[in-house]
Nanobody, 122 residues
Framework: QVQLLESGGGLVQAWGSLRLSCVISGRASTSAMGWFRQAPGKEREFVAAISYNGAKTYYADSVQGRFTISTDNARTMLLQMNSLKPEDTASYFC?????????????????WGQGTQVTVFS
């Protein structure tokens, strides 16, 4: 059984930093990994993704330059979030993909975590 376990969410003041982690277990093959988020009353949106070997990264325009995604062994993924803004407040979900190199990282997800809450206050 594939499991994605997120951690690292919390409450932070604007311009602060948080680091999210996701541990992936039970998956027989490698895949790209990523993060989505959903704020109350809003659609779920793509945040960032990384190929299984870390060679390629993808970012939403809204987080480019502030967030950094990384992986060290294709089973653990980190999202370093700097210069956080109140509009970054959301539940953040770890995902894996059918592909090692998704053509469009907003599609093609096969597994989801339960989410971790990030709240940024001004």
């Amino acid at each position: 059984q594939v499991q994605l376990l997120e951690s690292g969410g919390g409450l932070v003041q604007a311009w602060g930093s948080l680091r999210l982690s996701c541990v992936i277990s039970g998956r027989a093959s490698t895949s790209a990994m990523g993060w989505f988020r959903q704020a109350p009353g809003k659609e779920r949106e793509f945040v960032a993704a990384i190929s299984y070997n870390g060679a390629k990264t993808y970012y939403a325009d809204s987080v480019q330059g502030r967030f950094t995604i990384s992986t060290d062994n294709a089973r653990t993924m980190l999202l370093q979030m700097n210069s956080l803004k109140p509009e970054d407040t959301a539940s953040y979900f770890c995902v894996t993909y059918y592909s090692d190199y998704p053509r469009d990282p907003s599609h093609g997800m096969d597994y989801w975590g339960q989410g971790t809450q990030v709240t940024v206050f001004s």
